[in-house]
């Protein structure tokens, strides 16, 4: 199963990563980088495989660029909290 199938999976995943790029010393602002452009490359290449990531994808790929980084920043709030952090 991919971790995309599952939105609480794709959520945790998220929440590891960050904890992990922050446990590096990642800068917040880096971190906001990083998943908006994970955030263009899941809309424009990845096809979505749940309810959640379709309206993602929609809401991403109607926002200019400064709503998409908002919808970044939204997405690491949303995980900051719920990732392992081991």
């Known amino acids: ?8 999976s794709w959520k945790d ?3 590891d990563r960050l904890h992990q790029a922050k446990g590096q010393g990642m800068q917040e602002g880096a971190v906001s980088e990083l998943a908006y452009e994970i955030g263009g490359y899941l809309a424009n290449s990845v096809d979505a495989k749940n309810e959640q990531e379709a309206v993602l ?3 991403w790929n109607v926002a200019d660029e400064k709503e998409q980084h908002a919808i970044a920043n939204m997405m690491v709030k949303m995980v900051q909290n719920e990732g392992n952090q081991g």
């Open 13 to 15: 995943f998220l929440g």
């Open 57 to 59: 994808r929609d809401l």
């Open 1 to 8: 199963m991919s971790v995309l199938d599952n939105f609480d």
